[in-house]
């Protein structure tokens, strides 16, 4: 049980509600639903009212409430970061030389290297030890303003490592005041001891794993990276087919490298996101679109590959619902960092300030279908709320690369200050 607060938050020169319950699509991306001297009441852990300070304080008693004034500060949800990769033993900080030398991604990939490399330290690695580094990237997560965070399996590729680490997601979805959601990923990369036998690892997938993960009800998601060279959309659909099948949610990593129809294959399944969609066509953009798919876009991941960026803004002006997420991870991209992710999807994705922080917020939270729990403020969800430092939310891509966030509310408790 998360402990649960009683708070008035008041005088916010800006309370960013991203008012919602589900994602936004295109133009609606823009709208922030802000109140200018808002304020916000938090009890047993649920936002009960949201107004102007005036409205709020005629209405609610300070003295029954920890009080915070927010005067000359932006307020704003709690971050959704919808893709990571956040528990894994070992480090590729070698990998990641070779790729400032030139080498590409798929090559190190190819002779090797890259997730099964992770792979074969999470294998090693104590439940323990799993846990505490987790814990660590965590508390770095909260500071930058996450209070909702989903997180894959995929670093062990067997059942027992598989097990692991989503059994470790659930003990610290008890133990640390960050929402877990879990995301199994088993068809992650194919296992050297599957290595040209990738059918028969696709079967293991489908007839041990995915049940045993069902069974221990350990997984709200499964996720495939769909990918040339990696599991195709054949093999992908049969997974997630199954994963469905057995009371799974679907997401995919599609069209990351080359576009090979990821895209088409979450309109055609309805997934709830489909995530990177660096090279998706046009056309599988649209059916995302129609069907109501999410656009997880993963900026930090295209900027430390060196990969050219997804179309941010040819999605949003054709009607795609955007997320924006860090996809932390060992390998593609080793950074949690916020500010940054924010910066290359203004900077470099054509997103404006408005744009970036739907896709944060309620598109986030939309994209591990929760934005009926959290991701906006309002009355009936849960009391995740972030104050910054400045008084407008354009300060977030203006003060590039910086982290402004001043305080981090989780349930109607401060549980983090910078
Ligand atoms: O989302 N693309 C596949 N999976 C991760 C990378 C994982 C890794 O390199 O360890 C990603 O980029
Ligand atoms: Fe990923």
Redesign the pocket.
Known sequence: MKTRGNMIIKNASELVTCSGSKAKFGKEMRELGIIKDGAVVVEDGIIKAVGTTEEILKKYKEDNYEVIDAKGKAVLPGFVDS?T?FV?GGY?QEEFSWRLNGES?MEI?NKGG??VN?VRATREASKEELISSAEDRLNSMLSFGVTTVEGKS??GLDLETELKQLEVMHYLQKTHVMDIITTFMGA?ATPGEYKDKKEEFVNVICEEMLPEVAKGNLAEFCDV?C?KG?FSVEESRRILLKARELGMKLKI?AD?IVQLGGAELAAELGTISA??LLHASDNGLKEMANKGVVSTL?PT?AFC?KEPFARARYMIDNGSAVALAT?F?????FTNSIPLMIALATIYMGMNAEEAVTAITINGAAALDKADSVGSIDVGKKGDIVMLKYPSYKFLPYHTGVNIVEKVIKNGILVHQN
């Open positions: 893709h990769h894994f590729r991604y990939m890259g997730i992770s995929g670093y992650h990276f990918e990696v990593h990351e995530d990177h993963l991941t590959l996809d991870n060992p390998g593609s991209g």
